[in-house]
């Protein structure tokens, strides 16, 4: 089965600084390429854990005895650890993108390039997908999903468009939504600007940002002192929250002071930002967007 080779290999899990006997967490595990090189570096005591609420993941699943798949969603992170009777962690590391799996199996509905079924469901169990989204969301639901999701100009014409369409019967496929929206695009830029679409579509059916959000609240009570975060991202929407979440502990706003105008911040960042070389870009183009951040727990 094929899984996009691992983005940001080696300097997303040196950011981890990986003791032997440590715990660590790999909240994204798709084809196994990050846990991998984590189980290389982990000692006969260490533990690895690893996350993925894609059943096809399962088939990727490591034969070590220190390393445990659990198939959920990162958003449960803390809970499931719990099951296994781990309260703190030494590392946890995120890759956020969508695998080359997912987007190649056309079925699935991830990519602009098949004629599928609107789908996009990373969690097949999941009732929400693609088509509800297209089907059942009113104008002004699309439009604020398009806005927010994509920062598309013509988001109102879009969604009336959308609407419209279905009034005369449902829109089932992929080449459906492709072919009514296309003439909206702009010339030259159709495929950039379908992908902005899917993704604002993905991002919606997984609860993408609310998972985040809830993922990074949960970071600073699991992490031991000391403990390392390394997360990659993928679109601004991403990558903001991380960073103001590593920044401040905040998702808005900035921290409070106490009386002496101390403010007390949960992480520190260990470096400034990582991004894939011109050769790793090169053998891997769904590197070109990924951004590394790397914090350690004060």
């Known amino acids: 089965m094929e899984y996009h080779n691992p983005v940001l290999l080696k300097e997303s899990v040196d950011g981890l600084d990986i003791k032997p006997d440590g715990i660590y967490v790999d909240v994204t595990f798709g084809g196994g390429g990050h846990s991998r090189e984590i189980l290389k570096r982990l000692g006969e005591g260490g533990r690895l854990y690893a996350f993925d609420q894609d059943k096809d993941a399962l088939e990727n699943k490591i034969d070590d005895s220190r390393f445990t798949l659990i198939n959920e969603n990162f958003r449960f992170l803390k809970r499931f650890l719990r099951f296994y009777g781990v309260k703190q962690v030494d590392g946890i590391l995120g890759d956020f993108g969508v695998s080359s799996h997912q987007f190649n199996e056309a079925e699935r509905g991830f990519s602009t390039r098949f004629d599928a ?61 492709n072919e009514l929206l296309k003439p909206l695009l702009f010339k030259g830029k159709e495929n950039k600007i379908l992908a902005q679409i899917y993704q604002a579509i993905r991002i919606e059916v ?26 990659i991202s993928y679109h601004s929407l991403e990558d903001r929250l991380v960073k103001r979440y590593i920044r401040s502990g905040l998702f808005e706003g900035e921290p409070e002071k106490d009386m002496f105008g101390n403010v007390f911040v949960p992480f520190k960042k260990v470096k400034g930002l990582v991004v894939p070389s011109k050769e790793e870009i090169k053998e891997n183009n769904r590197a070109r967007s990924a951004k590394l951040r790397i914090a350690t727990k004060l």
């Open 206 to 231: 997984n609860q993408e940002i609310e998972v985040l959000k809830e993922f990074l609240l949960q970071t600073e009570e699991l992490l031991k002192p000391g403990g390392r975060l390394s997360l």
């Open 117 to 177: 079924k609107l789908d996009m469901r990373m969690n097949q169990g999941s009732q929400l997908s693609a088509y509800e989204v297209i089907n059942e969301y009113d104008e002004e639901q699309l439009k604020k999903l398009f806005y927010a999701y994509a920062d598309l100009k013509n988001a109102p014409k879009l969604s009336r468009v959308i609407v419209a369409e279905r009034s005369k019967g449902p829109i089932e496929t992929s080449e459906q939504l």
